[in-house]
């Protein structure tokens, strides 16, 4: 069983920067992902990192957002930089034991955290 708990949100300007975590427990994280739901849309996916360390991005994150994996702590971490409005939304980890064939489909991923606000102003 795995156990997935986000920190890191906040408050931050447009243009401004702010850093995810997600602390992870159990085994069977072979694949990991952030995604975020906004007040009244869908949950979208991010951002994924496979066992391998491959990473996919969604198109409105590239070059902005980095996904990456700490392993000796356990470690999910979102780097987001050049923040908009836009990015505003619940942030959410979330993990499987296999490698999933669509990283950024939120139903590829049977673990989830309770997920953590970011507003970008």
């Known amino acids: 069983h795995v156990q997935l708990v986000e920190s890191g949100g906040g408050s931050v300007q447009a243009g401004g920067s702010l850093r995810l975590s997600c602390a992870a427990s159990?085994?069977?994280?072979?694949?990991m992902a952030w995604f975020r739901q906004a007040p009244g849309k869908d949950r979208e996916g991010v951002a994924a990192i496979d066992h391998f360390g491959g990473t996919s991005y969604a198109e409105s994150v590239e070059g902005r957002f980095t996904i990456s994996k700490d392993d000796a702590k356990n470690t999910l971490l979102l780097q987001m930089d050049n923040l908009e409005p836009e990015d505003t939304a619940t942030y959410y980890c979330a993990a499987d034991e296999k490698l999933v064939l669509r990283p950024l489909s939120r139903g590829e991923y049977k673990y989830w955290g309770q997920g953590t606000q970011v507003t970008v102003s």
């Open positions: 159990g085994y069977g994280r072979a694949c």
